[in-house]
């Protein structure tokens, strides 16, 4: 039996979607059946989770004329052009059509080429999220952006492709190590602190982010709902306000995902370690700079809870930072673009950081 | 001195942008600086047209802080992932950022590959449309249609991402192989077909394919001028009547392109034919099967202008046909859907055709 506990919805005119909280969501006919609607279906996921999950879901796909499934090998390192080229071999070896629609079960590595190869396959098909790490369900599987890495740099090639629906599945954090849970606090934490409602930080200061890392369902939920709303609302609003998502180069703007944390991740992941805690590492990183130019707050204490601060201090590298960050995608025509915390809440964006002011809040690290 | 003969535009509201067709285009550093405003270009040739222009439009585009030449090998057999991952291995090497443009100097394949390339590169950056060719002067630069093939379909990977401008520049055609013009001039004929004013077709019945495949300028420029026109209001009520692009399994639609060709090109590329001739030769096809069903009229007597008939009766075989079209795009869902010209200027979307009609059909070719 599955239990629906929140669901939110991503405003996005005709390409608004769904996301679901609760547990036992995969394996629920009724709720998958409603957004996998055609007769044809490409579930990918990776080695790891597929023999956990991926009979449930097929039992809850149901009888269809044409079922591939993809299983991955599971990392970071295979988020690959060439994957993407083997998933597309499979689909067309097995004949699907413009209408068949594929299916990410996994975490944000699954979930981003499985959403790249829905958005490339005949110019673009159906693709429904089953995000199944803690990262993923709060940040990767809401908001369409898809990618695979580059070796000279991570989610350089990818496209905007908003899924039908997301399905968060409680129950999948129960097998989820928790390195991963951590890393998923620490995106959690960094919508707290991007978010405008003072509330979302009291809720993180306040013992709930303990209650969270021993996996307790209730804070679980809560904490999903809140940062799938944060982002839901931001996603809409950059929509909205036309051109960004689209023409990305067109003007500054607040994109409060993983800016600072991708060239973190890079370093970190050389190092062996997961590379969300990075995401949190970038959203104390940022602070400290702004910081240096303003005033302190006590985000710092929010943020030990996930121990994002000491992962990155142990991962950073002066050279490698300054290296990636002149190939991240925040750099335009040049310069580099950084959106930094002035407060809680307060977002800002800035564009005349140089690489001395780098360096140093880099060091202190 | 350029020479600016005809200005159209297509108007997709914030993504609307002008096609300007005319002489000595590509070398008017004006008109050229307009559409790649950056500090960065990726400028994508191959090896039959960039030495004839690309220096010419590298002169255009004036001082940059960054110029980046790749040259293609020339050919649809390189239209695919694998030279995809190239491209995108130059452009990160150089560390071009999202503030880049990409420039497309060539046919069809090279502005598909190219354009498909900046859908792709940060999730999408700026591109301008040169074509080279007739045919891609009317038509595939215009519309945002990009892919690149996969071995088992043409054009099965890909995205919708519209130029910035294309520059459709006459002189270009000068170079251009008689079975290249022929193959434009099928395209046009296809866009009168489809169109729904008739002087369209008495412009094509009267002496202008002639003067058009002597390579006169002014009757090019026309021939030009009305099939962008004619694929400007498609591709804008397209997208103003919502879903397709973005979805496209989302409900049956004209789409007067390459839909019957594309699999005919596939046989004839086997047969080292250029691709165009099978698009002209699936304007006939499409024709032949309405007519077994309703009534004819005089639609064959334009298309033998450009010969396509007969290279289509050359290339096709049976059990090709029917094996690449149940690959096709046009499937949904298991079921065949073609689009069929009832009369000039009356297509029809049709989804109950049967193997034993197409065959019959296919037998006359």
Redesign the interface.
């Known amino acids: 039996m599955s239990l629906l506990m929140h669901t939110l919805r991503v405003e996005l005119g ?2 608004s979607y769904p996301v679901y909280i609760g547990r036992d969501l995969l394996a629920d006919p009724a709720l998958v059946s409603r957004h996998v609607s ?3 279906v490409v579930l990918i996921s990776n080695e790891t989770v597929a023999p956990l999950y991926a009979d449930r879901v097929r039992a809850a796909l149901g009888e269809r ?1 044409l079922v591939t499934e993809i299983v991955l090998p599971d990392g970071e390192q295979y988020k690959t ?1 060439a994957t ?2 083997e998933i ?2 499979r689909v ?2 097995d ?1 699907h ?3 068949t629609t594929f299916v990410a079960l996994g975490g944000g590595v699954v979930g981003d080429i499985a959403g790249f190869a829905a ?8 693709f429904v999220q089953i995000p199944t790490t803690l990262l993923a369900q709060v940040d990767s599987s809401v908001g369409g ?1 898809t ?1 695979v890495n ?4 991570k ?6 492709h908003q899924p039908r629906a997301v399905l968060a599945d409680l129950n999948t954090l129960h097998t989820l190590p928790a390195r991963e849970l951590s890393a998923g606090l620490a995106e959690v934490i960094k919508y707290g602190l991007i978010a405008r409602r003072r509330a979302s930080t009291r809720w993180l200061e306040a013992d709930h982010a303990h209650r969270c890392w021993r996996a307790k369902r209730r804070p679980l939920a809560e904490a999903i709902e809140r940062s799938c709303a944060i982002k839901a609302r931001i996603v809409a609003a950059d929509e909205r306000e ?2 960004l998502r ?4 067109s003007r500054p703007h607040l994109r409060p995902r993983h800016r600072d944390g991708t060239g973190l991740r890079r370093v970190a992941a050389r190092r062996g370690r997961g590379g969300g805690n990075d995401a949190g590492a970038g959203a104390v990183r940022a602070p400290r700079l702004y910081r240096r130019r303003r005033s302190g707050g006590r985000r710092r204490a929010a943020a030990r809870h996930a121990s994002a601060r000491r992962a990155a201090a142990r991962a950073m590298r002066r050279e490698h930072f300054i290296d990636l960050m ?2 991240d ?1 925040k ?4 310069r580099l673009r950084l959106v930094l915390l002035a407060a809680i809440g307060e977002a800002r964006i800035v564009d005349d950081v140089d690489e001395k002011e780098l360096l140093g809040s880099s060091r202190q690290g």
Not at 150 to 153: A, K, N, R, S, V
Not at 246 to 249: I, K, L
């Open positions: 005709e390409r055609g007769a044809q004329q052009l993407l080229a597309f071999d067309m070896a004949r059509s413009r209408g958005a490339c396959f005949q110019r673009g098909v159906d952006k990618a580059h070796p000279l740099g989610n350089m090639i990818g496209a905007f036309g051109g689209a023409h990305p180069q002149g190939r995608k750099v335009v025509d040049g």
